[in-house]
């Protein structure tokens, strides 16, 4: 490592349009990233690390723009440079890995296509066919995927979100950049293909000797990529030192709350109360199997999604359902909700037969079971306010409207909402504020089972580990029994009574949360466990600072 920077932000501000809640997106925020460093900023959503690493590129929506400070790679100074030279350096000298893979590749251009395209940009000499056909399948291999000539002639929507993140990653590697930036590449991937994407960015970064700009909110992720740590709040610096410094002796009060809300993989103690003994919903023997055919000559093709399944739920239980993505467990979700009819089994519920009701019934048994999805943007209609969003689906079952829009509001308070937000607009909220506005909705029926599918693994750990007390406190207010999808280990160990594994469909081992942590009996669960980001640094997180709250 040199001491003379690749990449030197200095005082860098970012102005945002008038009429915010704050100035600046960023405000005289300085760091720097040396070849051959891996320099990780961290922070919340909102605290402008994405909007410093978009500033390097001059990527800012029109809104923002770039009020004071310096930008320089080399002996270029990005602020001020001409759009010819910054055409020159994007996606050559310097590239980009965004956050989601789906949006950033174009779904219509096979994925080879669109990595030639990139070699193809900044080449200096016309490359024969065969040339750039044999760099493309060299790049695909360099990223660890099978049988690159295939994969190559695959588009976007054919593959895996880990599939997808790497073929991002050749793209940036394609024209061997000497900076990087990486704008959280792996968050809401499961816990083995994020622990694989990340060895993948320290290998490439160790075999070229490049300059990483890696942004996260996971301090677990920091402790296993990072040589250096910049932490931003409300778009400044609060603290920055080397890895060790900052994880083993934070100075910054707002810098020990973060590294506190990493979920720790500890199991947690046993509840007082003693859980319900018969089962409220117990599932055997459920399949699924989907049949899709590719063209219209070839033959179909089944993949068996969930096989031979049984699980069972208590009243007042949380069961953490874990696996990579792939493995089932949000079919068996579905199907547990009857979004999804399975093709052979049974699901006991509330003491009659599930899959035998239809019509008025079905309706009548589906308020007790609700779901909390995955991404609340896309679970929210942006048309309809958020307040009625939760008040409909007590009067759809017969709520006088005027009880109905009461609940909503003590509802909305009961989430940390204000009961003002009762007018507003999903678009007006963060990611963990429209998460509870969809676990208000949700609660709002007065289920007796809440799913939660993947609930909380998109958002801020920070966020996540609010989001998590308030499932809790809801189990215990309300008596609910809880289902609870996820890909992380960790976050299960945070709120499950038991858990279980589940693998290509199967379940391959479950059990009660400490044994399952303490003794895990399968291999898979193990490579789980040991594929939790930090898992190696942290022993006990620091403790937050009491003065110290999250915005």
């Known amino acids: 490592m040199t001491d003379e920077p ?11 349009p008038r009429g915010g809640d704050r100035q600046f997106a960023v405000e005289n925020v300085s760091l720097a990233v040396r070849r051959n460093e891996i320099v990780c900023l961290v922070g919340e959503s909102g605290s402008g690390k994405s909007i410093t690493a978009h500033a390097v590129l001059r990527l800012l929506p029109p809104a923002l723009h770039v009020a004071g400070g310096a930008i320089r790679f080399k ?18 000298p310097i590239s980009m890995i965004f956050q989601e893979p789906l949006s950033a590749l174009n779904p219509l251009t096979r994925v080879g296509q669109q990595i030639a395209e990139a070699i193809v940009t900044h080449a200096g000499a016309k490359l024969y066919r065969s040339e750039l056909d044999a760099r493309v399948v060299e790049l695909i291999a360099a990223v660890g995927l099978p049988d690159p000539p295939a994969l190559a002639r695959s588009y976007p929507f054919q593959l895996s979100g880990g599939q997808r993140q790497r073929i991002m990653i050749a793209i940036a590697m394609a024209n061997e950049p ?45 402790a296993d990529i990072a040589d250096r740590v910049v932490v931003m709040r ?13 994880l083993r002796a934070p100075k910054n009060d707002y810098t020990k709350a973060l590294i506190a809300a990493v979920p720790g993989g500890r199991p947690p103690t046993t509840r007082g109360q003693a859980l319900g003994s018969d089962p409220l919903l117990e599932a055997r023997g459920l399949n699924k199997v989907f049949a899709s055919r590719q063209g219209a000559f070839r033959p179909v093709r089944r993949v068996s999604a969930v096989r031979d399944v049984a699980l069972t739920l208590r009243p007042r239980e949380t069961v953490a359902v874990v696996g990579e993505s792939g493995s089932g467990k949000s079919t068996l979700a579905r199907m547990i909700m009857r979004l999804i009819e399975p093709d052979t089994g049974s699901i006991d519920f509330d003491g009659g037969d599930f899959l035998k009701l239809k019509g008025a019934q079905l309706r009548a048994m589906r308020r007790k079971v609700q779901i909390v999805f995955q991404d609340p943007f896309a679970a929210l209609d942006p048309r309809q306010k958020v307040g009625e969003a939760i008040a409909r689906g007590p ?81 215990e207010e309300m008596n609910l029994a809880m289902l609870f ?67």
């Open 178 to 222: 000497a900076l990087l930036l990486a704008d959280e590449p792996t968050t809401a991937l499961d816990v083995t293909t994020q622990k694989q994407i990340l060895g993948l960015i320290r290998k490439l970064q160790a075999e070229r000797g490049m300059g990483v700009l890696f942004i996260t909110h996971d301090f677990g992720v920091v």
């Open 6 to 16: 690749l990449l030197a932000i200095e005082n860098l501000s970012v102005a945002l």
């Open 395 to 475: 009067m759809t079952y017969g709520t006088p409207p005027i009880e109905a829009i009461a609940d909503a509001k003590r509802l909305l308070a009961r989430v940390g909402l204000k009961e003002s937000a009762y007018e507003r607009y999903p678009h007006e909220f963060s990611g963990g504020q429209r998460q509870r506005i969809c676990i208000a909705r949700a609660i709002a029926l007065k289920p007796l089972v809440l799913v939660a599918d993947e609930a909380v693994s998109a958002l801020d750990v920070s966020v996540q580990q609010h989001i998590l007390e308030l499932l809790a406190e809801l189990r």
């Open 234 to 246: 409300n778009g400044c610096v609060v603290e920055q030192g080397t890895v060790d410094e900052v």
């Open 485 to 551: 999808i996820t890909h992380d280990l960790r976050v299960a160990s945070e709120i499950a009574d038991r858990i279980v594994v589940m693998r290509r469909g199967e379940i391959v081992e479950q059990g009660e949360t400490q044994s399952v942590f303490g003794a895990p009996q399968h291999a898979y669960t193990r490579e789980l466990l040991e594929a939790i980001p930090g898992r190696s640094l942290f022993g006990r997180p620091h403790e937050p600072s009491a003065n110290v709250c999250f915005a």
């Open 75 to 92: 002996d270029t100074d990005l602020a001020t440079a001409d759009e010819g030279a910054m055409r020159a350096l994007r996606g050559g």
